[in-house]
């Protein structure tokens, strides 16, 4: 089962939340690691040495897991967690999501635009839509997502979507069916559960920074 109990297609090695004590697959939780320094460190790509320690991808679990002290019984050994821990791991899946979105571009397998997504979607090409989560919903309805579950992602704003596809601001795109395409989706199901329902701002001006190489091409 995915984040929120939806059912996965694809078979994935299972791991158990040391809050909730529930099991799923991999891709719905992250994994920690203690660092040499007895810090709780992140390891998103879950490759990291050391035993590692699953949460649940969400914001509150996570708190959780730092206020009640499940790092230090999980480890054996007493651990220190950042308190900003959830804000990291928030921006850095945000950094993750916007990365393989710019990744998906580079390799023909994402476009952006309202018209370029409106032709993947009609065409049949799409896997998913990705719609910035401070767009219009009027003129986001009008588009529709992919047969399918889990193939609506709205987790970025604007301006996280445009540094993915070098523009100031983008409100529409879709993932080309293709080898990307789960991991855009299981990176967005992680994001979202650090977004549900939270009015946020784009994680950080050093990202904006990073994306100005990439030129500043209009609205999508």
Same mark, same amino acid.
């Given at each position: 089962?995915?984040?929120?109990?939806?059912?996965?297609?694809?078979?994935?090695?299972?791991?158990?939340?040391?809050?909730?004590?529930?099991?799923?697959?991999?891709?719905?939780?992250?994994?920690?690691?203690?660092?040499?320094?007895?810090?709780?460190?992140?390891?998103?790509?879950?490759?990291?040495?050391?035993?590692?320690?699953?949460?649940?991808?969400?914001?509150?679990?996570?708190?959780?897991?730092?206020?009640?002290?499940?790092?230090?019984?999980?480890?054996?050994?007493?651990?220190?967690?950042?308190?900003?821990?959830?804000?990291?791991?928030?921006?850095?899946?945000?950094?993750?999501?916007?990365?393989?979105?710019?990744?998906?571009?580079?390799?023909?397998?994402?476009?952006?635009?309202?018209?370029?997504?409106?032709?993947?979607? $009609?065409?049949?090409? !799409?896997? #998913?839509?990705?719609?910035? +989560? @401070?767009?219009? *919903?009027? /003129?986001?309805?009008? &588009?529709?997502?992919?047969?399918?579950?889990?193939?609506?992602?709205?987790?970025?704003?604007?301006?996280?979507?445009?540094?993915?596809?070098?523009?100031?601001? $983008?409100?529409?795109? !879709?993932? #080309?069916?293709?080898?990307? +395409? @789960?991991?855009? *989706?299981? /990176?967005?199901?992680? &994001?979202?559960?650090?977004?549900?329902?939270?009015?946020?701002?784009?994680?950080?001006?050093?990202?904006?920074?990073?994306?100005?190489?990439?030129?500043?091409?209009?609205?999508?």
């Amino acid at each position: 089962m995915s984040r929120g109990g939806k059912a996965r297609v694809r078979d994935e090695p299972e791991r158990r939340c040391v809050v909730t004590r529930s099991s799923g697959p991999k891709s719905g939780l992250i994994r920690f690691v203690i660092g040499p320094d007895a810090d709780v460190v992140p390891d998103l790509a879950g490759r990291l040495p050391g035993r590692g320690i699953w949460v649940s991808a969400e914001a509150g679990v996570l708190r959780q897991a730092a206020a009640k002290g499940h790092f230090a019984r999980a480890a054996k050994q007493a651990v220190r967690v950042a308190p900003d821990l959830a804000e990291r791991v928030e921006a850095m899946l945000a950094r993750q999501l916007i990365d393989l979105l710019a990744l998906a571009r580079k390799a023909g397998q994402a476009v952006a635009g309202l018209e370029k997504t409106k032709a993947a979607l $009609v065409a049949g090409d !799409a896997a #998913l839509l990705v719609q910035a +989560a @401070d767009g219009s *919903r009027r /003129e986001k309805a009008a &588009l529709r997502p992919p047969e399918g579950e889990n193939t609506c992602v709205t987790c970025l704003s604007g301006q996280e979507l445009g540094m993915a596809f070098g523009r100031d601001r $983008v409100i529409h795109a !879709a993932v #080309l069916a293709g080898g990307l +395409a @789960d991991r855009v *989706r299981d /990176e967005s199901l992680r &994001l979202e559960g650090f977004r549900v329902g939270v009015d946020r701002q784009p994680f950080g001006n050093e990202a904006a920074k990073d994306a100005a190489g990439e030129g500043s091409r209009g609205k999508g």
